[in-house]
């Protein structure tokens, strides 16, 4: 069998000191080509003999005795040299030595001793999902099944819609962790630390937001929803506006969900395949198959169950993260001064450029329109809220849902310094170990701790129970929408009681099996990733601008919000198109290779810096300021949009109308005018009956306005 280089070479080195040893000599390079550094002087023989014959080549070693006349030959000493030159052991003793400084040169020359230095981008060994990791990641999905199966099957729970769609009556502790999973998703989980690594700590102000949602939810939106008593929040659109918004607004959200959660477990799939080899169909139809189980057979309580054990397993993987973080990556005050060193650290960028990617006025004011849509006007919130017994107890959930998330977010951010402490001198994605920002958590993970088994494997649970609990809520929701808003309201179907629950299920397994087979369209799209998350903000602002119109504004009327908000819709998801195809990149800090055990690909290392310099000019519209808008702004611009054009509309519909009612008044008076003046006078006497009888109040006829009432009192 061929020997490997290493031992090949410990072998030759052995030999060498052997024959070093059977001299009593020691091998040493000559650096200058000659045998001494100044040859001695010797007697005119030898100097005679020497020119007749052929002086042969220098040995690439010095021949050193043990004695003491080592450096300063004499004549005898030659002859010892010559005696020596002619053995066979001082043949194999050059080729021994030849080979050493062979490969001394091919170490100066940037190689190992044992051949060529593996390359970053293809290393010899990749760490890879174990046999517990695979156990710990079953058992928390078999656990889930286990609450779909128990709620499904077992649990005596009513068979109307209202039960399987609200939970009648559920307590607050499993609701408050239940909205904490839902707003966590497994995007924000691998994108934030990311954001932190690449661009620094700008976004970490998204917290400010969602602290200033919590009074406007709960002063303004929520006692509105527990006054009339909504299955789906879509039904004060219809009780507001009439029946064309509720329906407008439903079918927003179910193009929003369908996407977003095809997106919501695509993504993090690869990201997890890239870096723990887990494949993406796998985990994809992991996640589908025990969402899609749970959520159709036990309803609401069963998604409720389900995300508080899921974001049991989500919070323990993260404090794990942190915990041996603080151990493997450094402390708090090396992460911190490690990040100021490289320009990371950044709360207070009040540039009003509109175009900047993170500044305080776009993290704060943009993501408080974001929050905002996501708190009070997304069905998959307001249904879990709704399914708690009292506007109080709503309140104080979802206060301390909002206080959680602000917590896990700040975990998020402070990982993602840490990772950029751990890889400071060495990036990864320069070097070419991963090939996206989102794989670093993954691949820090499955590297760092490799040697400690289960890290892994807890990790990948609570980035699936992310999953499951965003895929979960949005079925559930979807349900809810579709029942009540769609069919019921919109297509007249009756529904009885006895079906509702019936008629949930399938609603619930039939989106699940749409979405499971949007995920496959989407990753074949590629590119359409990006565009389905901005696209999802931009909805979400248009369905926040409906609601804001109808309760803030009473001049507001039914055209003015459904064609306002129509073009509001074609307006922002023009503007998001046309982002998505100019794509400004955001402009990255910079990173470091200059410290990897590994052979970084020269040419993978500078494709980042020249795709910066190597710019296209734009041309026409499309290189107009508003395509090139931080995301961060896209939800306001939905929201204000829709207001102002729901707002002028309504105005300009209703002017209309009453100058056609003015115009209709009119000629009804001068018509009847005319007639009195052409009528016969043939008797003025006027008969007055008096009548006993109470007059009569006319009823109003018409659809009532709730919301006006609700709006007065």
Known sequence: PEMSPPMATLLKLLYLCALAHTSNSVALPDNSGQRYQQPPTISPAIADQRTFKQTPPPPPYLLVRSDNTAFAPTDPELTILDATANSAEKHSFDVAAQMLLQMYREQMDGQLVAGEQEECSNPSHKAAFSAYDYAILLSMLIISLGIGVFYGFFHKSGSSSEDFLLGSGMSIFPVTLSLTTSFITAIELLGNPSEMYLQGTQFVLIVIPMIMVIPVAVKIFYPIYFKMELTSCYEYLGIRFGKEIRILGAVLYVIQMCFYTAVAVLAPA?????????????????????????????????????????????????????????????????????????????????????????????????????????????????????????????????????????????????????????????????????????????????????????????????????????????????????????????????????????????????????????????????????????????????????????????????????????????????????????NVEPVELPLSVAHCDCKVNETSALLPTMGDTLMMVETGFSSWPIFKLSYMWYSMIGCLLTIFLGFVISIIVSAVQRHNVLKISAAREENEYNKSELQPQFNTEIKVIASTEPPLTEKPLGHVNHAIRLDDE
């Open 270 to 582: 690869i990201a997890l395949s890239k870096a723990t080899g887990l494949n993406t169909k796998v985990a994809v139809i992991l996640i589908y198959l025990v969402c899609v189980f749970y959520s159709s057979q036990g309803g609401m309580k069963a998604v409720v169950i389900a995300d508080t054990f899921q974001a049991a397993v989500l919070a323990v993987s993260l404090v794990l993260v942190v915990a041996l973080g603080s151990y493997y990556s450094g402390n708090a005050i090396e992460i911190f001064n490690t990040a100021a060193d490289h320009h990371r650290l950044e709360f207070f960028n009040f540039d009003v450029d509109p175009t900047t990617r993170h500044t305080v006025w776009s993290v704060v004011i943009g993501g408080f329109f974001y929050w905002t849509s996501l708190f009070c006007t997304n069905q998959a919130s307001v249904q879990k809220c709704m399914s708690l017994k009292s506007l109080k107890l709503a309140k104080v959930a979802l206060g301390f849902a909002i206080l959680g998330l602000v917590i896990v977010f700040l975990m998020n951010f402070y990982t993602g310094l840490m990772i950029f402490n751990h890889y400071a001198d060495c990036d990864p994605l320069t070097a070419g170990r991963i090939t996206a920002s989102d794989q670093l958590l993954p691949f820090y993970i499955i590297s760092t701790y490799e040697h400690i088994y289960t890290i892994a494997g807890i990790f990948v649970a609570g980035i699936f129970a992310a999953s499951l609990g965003t895929v979960a809520s949005a079925l559930n929701s979807l349900s809810a929408v579709t029942c009540e808003d769609l069919l019921v309201n919109g297509m007249n179907i009756k529904i009885t009681p006895d079906k509702g629950a019936l008629y949930a299920k399938w609603m619930s397994l039939g989106y699940g099996i749409f979405s499971f087979g949007l995920v496959f369209i989407v990753e074949k799209l590629g590119g359409v990733l990006q565009a389905t998350l901005t696209l999802n903000g931009l909805i979400g602002g248009v369905t926040l601008g409906l609601f804001v119109l109808g309760i803030a504004f009473k001049r507001a009327n039914t055209k003015g919000a459904f064609y306002g908000g129509l073009l509001s819709l074609v307006i922002v998801i023009f503007i998001g198109v046309m982002a998505q195809i100019v």
